[in-house]
């Protein structure tokens, strides 16, 4: 079993910037790959950006792409989406969640956090 928890949510006026963290505990932290979805009042829930278990790959939404990074200590068992130039269209809920692969599909995580807000004003 692993225990997700984010944290960095907030509002944000347009072009600001947030970081988001996501605290594992449990399971051996470096054993998973770990991802960012999120999801928009009245839409599904969406890929965001992965990380590998080392650190060494790293993938992202077309929309984001540019804007948010995805890093991971795993020394702190935390994962972390650096987003700058905020959009009013970020506004959402952001999950962190945990795999044996980093992949943007959905289905393949086996843990997920609670989610943390992200809004967005203009």
């Known amino acids: 079993q692993v225990q997700l928890v984010e944290s960095g949510g907030g509002l944000v006026f347009t072009g600001g910037s947030l970081r988001l963290s996501c605290a594992a505990s449990?399971?051996?932290?470096?054993?998973?790959?770990m991802g960012w979805f999120r999801q928009a009042p009245g839409k599904e829930r969406e890929f965001v950006a992965a990380i590998a278990r080392s650190g060494g790959n790293t993938y992202y939404a077309d929309s984001v792409k540019g804007r948010f990074t995805i890093s991971r200590d795993n020394a702190k068992n935390t994962v972390y989406l650096q987003m700058n130039s905020l959009k009013p269209e970020d506004t959402a809920v952001y999950y962190c969640?945990?795999?044996?692969?980093?992949?943007?599909?959905?289905?393949?995580?086996?843990?997920w956090g609670r989610g943390t807000q992200v809004t967005v004003s203009s």
């Open positions: 969640a945990a795999g044996e692969l980093a992949t943007m599909i959905e289905r393949l995580y086996t843990y």
């Open positions: 449990g399971r051996t932290f470096s054993y998973y790959g």
